[in-house]
């Protein structure tokens, strides 16, 4: 068995090797143990839109005790493989709750910023790093910023600028990469990884995005889905639940993985 500093330095190797790291996010132990059994995972990330879905809440409403909880159990569930856990923006403690999550096992995190003052999101990111050091454990921060997001009608420029800064504020207060989520076409990636850093970017795949080569060509280190992979489980649920109530019958191509 691998120790958690062993899955820690494993995942900050993924993030500076040539490859992008491509992580299908999760939301419970059995869609963890699905995903952690294809030979091509290396890693494990969870989803919190997905987890706090499961459990009846919004996005970024759940309970802190939840979130770990499930957060545990997922780690439990993919043995020597690293996790990476989306906690939101920190539960308002982001460092406590950091700390709390290396507890569960986990090895990195996304902690996002919502566009708050920048001397705040980097005084988190601050809180975050010691929170790994005082543990023990090489925490990998994936820090969001949430400058397209959350950038309401402002000229897209404006929202590089301030990803820009952002980002490289979060690298010098000791984040190991950047998570800049929004549909990025080509031009605005690769000024994105000009202004903070070749293989310090991290993306999301939403629908109209580019694929994972394609940016990974861009210099682009990580490229994980949110929500997305509990989207599409559930329109396969709706949809054969649709075709049951047609008087369909259950495919035979459908795979026992529970």
Known sequence: M?????RAQSLARLHAAPEILRLVNVWDAVSAKTIAALPETRAIATAGHSIAASYGYGDGQIPLDLMLDMVGRIVEAVGD????????????????????????????ANVEDRLQPLADSVAAVEAIVAAGEAEGVPFVL???????VRAGGRPLDDSIADAVERGRAYLDAGADLVFVPGILDADVTRRLVEGIGERKISVIGLPGALTAREYEELGVARNSYGPLPQRVALTALQDVAADLYADGVIPASTRALN
């Open 81 to 108: 493989l690293p996790v990476t856990a989306d906690l939101d923006a920190g539960h308002g403690d982001p460092g406590e709750t950091v700390r709390r999550a290396i507890g569960k096992g986990v090895v990195g």
């Open 2 to 6: 691998s120790t958690q500093v062993d």
């Open 142 to 148: 994936n820090a969001r910023t949430d400058a397209f």
